[in-house]
């Protein structure tokens, strides 16, 4: 699960980390007031679960309360659209003024789940305030990675090894390393699977301030955070993904034109492969799991049906317990349901009953390309069109 900002920080302020004077406001009004409180000047960020918000316009340096209202005014109650959020973008709420900081240099500092390492990992760059993924593929040497062992933690002597690799003064070293320390706390405390502070500034006073915050929650691990579950923010997710998770499908938005319904996560990374390799590209990754009754099948095509930008669909069954013949006629259902939505479909069915799941298909009204195997499949959704 994802926070805003604004949220972030107050949970690494809980934990002893900096950030700049500010507070959230919803509407223009509050943003001139809390200008005002902050000596006239100020930053105003748009508060969206999406990175990028500097490129695409969503953070405002504004000289007078006015000017805040203003920023404010246009930000509030629009679609914001970075290279996140797809074309429909996210709706803007909300707004965090905060205080302008003389920053002397901008730091990346980030934890996160590492499955290489088999745990959490520091990450580090005295290139802060730009893409993390730019600087790796550009000047990977200045990335500096820590794995943290899960049994001792965080020990003191990486800590300080991290400070003194980001080439920065002798006396930061002593708060850099608190820093790191406290932040590995707010990642254990709240079960995360990341913690970025992007940039994280070095003031001309010696400071070290979190002037960007983005924290993710482990959702599997939100049971046990019911304080966490009430900054859930549904309006910035898709509306399909929600609607998949009701239904226990994992289900994630892509940016391509071939719905994918699959059984099995391993099976449903080699579907993209497959879409990939076809010169095309998944309009989404969606694991129906091993258990499927029909209505659930049924429901997961519908899914894939209702987003746009579906051209084609490819499904690829390997029947366990899930039997073919069973998928086939969810598949049915769906277009029972939905028959103005149906596309061309490519069906690739193995296993448990997968002769009589083809039949069904085979002698449905439906437009389908039944295939054997995945070379077969990727020439055909070539075709599907």
Do not use: W
């Amino acid at each position: 699960m994802k926070i805003h900002e604004y949220q972030a920080k107050e949970i690494l302020v809980n934990q002893g980390v900096l950030v700049p004077k500010g507070r959230v406001a919803s509407t223009p009004e509050e943003a001139a007031a809390i200008t005002r409180e902050l000596g006239g000047h100020s930053v105003v960020k748009a508060q969206v679960h999406a990175g990028g918000r500097g490129k695409a316009g969503g953070i405002k340096v504004v000289s007078s309360a006015e000017e805040a209202a203003e920023a404010a005014k246009a930000l509030i109650g629009s679609s914001f659209v970075t290279h996140q959020t797809g074309t429909e973008g996210v709706p803007i709420r909300s707004v965090l003024v905060e205080e302008l900081v003389d920053v002397a240099s901008e730091l990346y500092v980030a934890m996160a789940i590492d499955g290489a390492a088999e745990g959490v990992v520091v990450i580090a760059s005295a290139a802060g305030g730009m893409e993390i993924e730019e600087v790796a593929e550009t000047a990977p040497e200045k990335i500096i990675r820590e794995p943290i062992d899960p049994v001792l933690g965080l020990q003191p002597f990486q800590a300080r090894r991290i400070a003194y690799g980001l080439d920065l003064a002798p006396e930061l070293v002593r708060p850099l390393s608190t820093l790191f320390d406290n932040i590995y706390k707010v990642f254990l405390e709240n079960d995360c699977s990341l913690v970025e502070i992007n940039p994280l500034g070095v003031t001309s006073d010696g400071k070290v301030l979190a002037m960007d915050a983005k924290l993710n929650v482990d959702d599997d691990a939100m049971f046990r955070h019911r304080d966490l579950q009430q900054l859930h923010d549904p309006e910035q997710e898709d509306a399909l993904e929600i609607e998949a998770r009701e239904f226990d499908i994992n289900y994630v938005k892509l940016e391509g034109d071939v719905g994918c319904i699959v059984n099995g996560a391993g099976l449903a990374m080699a579907t993209m492969d497959v879409t990939h390799a076809a010169g095309a590209a998944p309009a989404n990754f969606l694991d129906i799991g091993g258990g499927a009754d029909e209505a659930k099948v049924a429901k997961a095509l519908k899914i894939v049906l209702s987003d746009a930008d579906v051209k084609r669909v490819l499904i690829n069954i390997f029947g366990g317990i899930l039997r073919c013949d069973v998928a086939a006629r969810g598949v049915l259902l769906a277009a029972k349901e939905m028959p103005e939505a149906m596309r061309p479909m490519v069906v690739r069915m193995l296993g448990t009953n997968a002769e009589e799941g083809r039949d069904i298909l085979r002698n449905s009204d439906i437009d389908v390309t039944l295939v054997d195997n995945l070379k077969q499949a990727a020439n055909a959704i070539k075709n599907a069109i």
